[in-house]
């Protein structure tokens, strides 16, 4: 593949998607494209490597169709198995390439030197991964996605399971203010 080919257009589902990691995908799902801060990919890899559960734990369904552990259970931290040598360092990484006749799979990691997420920097980090693995990915933006309408979107959220409807009013309208002075520019 050559970076003359189309141009493949990333989006994400998420409100926030600069949060920590999000993950961008393509319209027809057959690539992905992971982005993580130093901080996420630090932690996933010391709670990978250094926390075990042990004990005998049963996963069990809910009444509202979640699920849950439930058991006799105990975390065993244990730092001295932390290898600095399975720790990914900032970078970008193709995880997983999947051809046949018919369709493309491509997973990739984008680990940035950051312990935040920007739309600028992800699409910096976007364009050296075009440029190592010969790809034409691009980011769709959406305008709610971006600071700091995607805060207070999450925000109210949180605001809605907790307060009363006069604060989740105010918190619309403020939002809806934001988008559009940015939808302005």
């Not at 993580?36 to 042990?54: A, D, G, V, Y």
Request: proline share 4%; charged share 35%.
């Amino acid at each position: 593949m050559s970076n003359s080919e189309k141009e493949v257009q990333l989006e994400s589902l998420s409100v926030n998607p600069f949060k920590c990691w999000s993950d961008w995908h393509d319209s027809d799902g057959k690539a992905v494209v992971t982005f993580e801060t130093m901080t996420h990919n630090l932690w996933n890899s010391w709670e990978s490597q250094c926390i075990s559960i042990k004990g005998d734990p049963e996963l069990v369904e809910t009444s509202d169709g979640n699920y849950r552990l439930e058991g006799e259970t105990e975390q065993e931290l244990r730092p001295e198995k932390f290898d600095a040598d399975r720790f990914r360092k900032p970078g970008v990484y193709r995880d997983s390439v999947h051809r046949d006749d018919e369709r493309v799979d491509e997973a990739y990691t984008v680990i940035v030197s950051k312990n935040f997420l920007a739309p600028e920097l992800c699409r910096k980090y976007i364009e050296k991964l075009n440029e190592e693995f010969e790809r034409n990915f691009s980011l769709n933006i959406k305008d709610e996605q971006r600071p700091p309408v995607s805060e207070l979107k999450v925000l109210k959220h949180s605001i809605e399971r907790e307060y009363d409807e006069k604060i989740v009013e105010k918190f619309e309208g403020l939002i809806q203010d934001l988008e559009a002075e940015n939808s302005d520019k």
